[in-house]
């Protein structure tokens, strides 16, 4: 198989990590160490046909000799990270299977993944795949509970570019979507882009909504906190001036062993926020 990035990451906590043998989209970070949408699998062991959106190496591609292509499909029809215009190209060499991604809560996505790695062979009663199953659930359980012991506090799902303040749509993003079943009281953006994804707003509107909380998008694309604090809008955002700001997997890693942390994070997270007026 050659898979998304995250994809792979994912088989592979299912237990498919020798049926990986290419990815394509952000691997290896500028100092050479795995991304952390790798998770567990060993970058060093795949060939990398692509890197970033838009890459995908046709002639690597085809020189693996694939049985499959996996990635997600966030918008029908669109396969993550597979270039529109080679994508034909691309399909001719090998059938694709995509997972929905999005408009459905995360344990759909990681439920579908993990009967594709069963119908691969994984076998799923495996000790590595029912621990990280169990902490899941412990770990849903926990964030419930301090989100309902938190009640009031509002959490914003964000991402920041040079010139721009992304807020999230909790309605679409497959985790937000869950977290929010669990009882997390999300900022819901009203302006939302075409897709239905975000808000985009300018740093001078920065602070348009109010939150005591920030997920923030922590892929190498994305703004980090020490980037926003730095920004004249810092003032407007006070969960970024509070230091209430914890790290948001944007795209999730869809198993069991990969979204308990997240879990765990947002868990913690809630606990230790403070109501901001």
């Keep these: 198989m050659v898979a998304f990035t995250g994809t792979a990451a994912a088989l592979h906590d299912f237990g498919l990590a020798d049926r990986v043998v290419g990815v394509f989209g ?21 060939t990398i046909v692509g890197s970033a959106w838009g890459e995908f190496g046709i002639e690597k591609y085809a020189a693996l000799r694939p049985d499959l292509l996996v990635t997600h499909m966030y918008d029908p029809d669109a396969l993550w990270y597979v270039p529109d215009e080679s994508r034909d190209k691309i399909l001719a060499l090998a059938p694709g299977v995509a997972v929905t991604t999005a408009r459905v809560p995360l344990p759909e996505p990681i439920k579908r993944y993990a009967a594709l790695a069963e119908s691969l062979g994984a076998d799923l009663g495996a000790k590595r795949v029912t621990e990280a199953k169990a902490r899941f659930e412990a770990a849903a359980e926990t964030l419930r509970q301090a989100a309902k012991a938190a009640g009031g506090l509002k959490v914003m799902a964000a991402s920041g570019s040079a010139d721009l303040f992304y807020v999230t749509n909790p309605a679409v993003s ?3 979507m869950y977290f929010r079943e669990l009882g997390v009281d999300f900022v819901v953006p009203d302006a939302l882009d075409p897709q239905g994804y975000f808000e985009s ?19 190498s694309t994305a703004l980090q906190p020490a980037d926003l604090a730095a920004k004249p809008a810092r003032s407007a955002l006070p969960a970024v001036k509070a230091g209430q700001v914890t790290p948001w997997d944007a795209v999730p890693r869809f198993s069991w062993l990969g979204a308990a942390p997240l879990l765990e994070g947002l868990a913690k997270a809630v606990q230790g926020a403070k109501k901001l007026g």
């Design 26 to 46: 952000e691997t290896r970070r500028a100092d050479g160490k795995a991304d952390p949408a790798a998770g567990d699998l060993d970058i060093d062991k795949v």
């Design 174 to 176: 497959t985790d937000l």
């Design 201 to 219: 707003l300018s740093w001078e509107n920065a602070g348009k909504y109010r939150a005591g909380l920030i997920l923030l998008d922590n892929r």
